[in-house]
């Protein structure tokens, strides 16, 4: 915390870029919701990403 304190006193406002990759997969979303098929693979999707935002 004390880093990132002082990174903002160095170079004005520090921009986190957040996650590389969301915290859970497609697959792993379907496998739990025991969902088979791909029609609403898109939604499922958008809410995990929405899950994270």
């Known amino acids: 915390m ?9 170079v004005g ?8 990759a969301e915290p859970i997969t497609l697959a792993e979303a379907k496998k739990h919701l025991r969902v088979d098929s791909s029609a609403d693979n898109a939604l499922m999707e958008d809410a995990i990403v929405s899950a994270r935002d």
Not at 13 to 20: A, C, E
């Open 13 to 20: 406002d520090v921009v986190d870029p957040g996650p590389s």
């Open 2 to 10: 004390l880093a990132l304190y002082l990174a903002t006193l160095l």
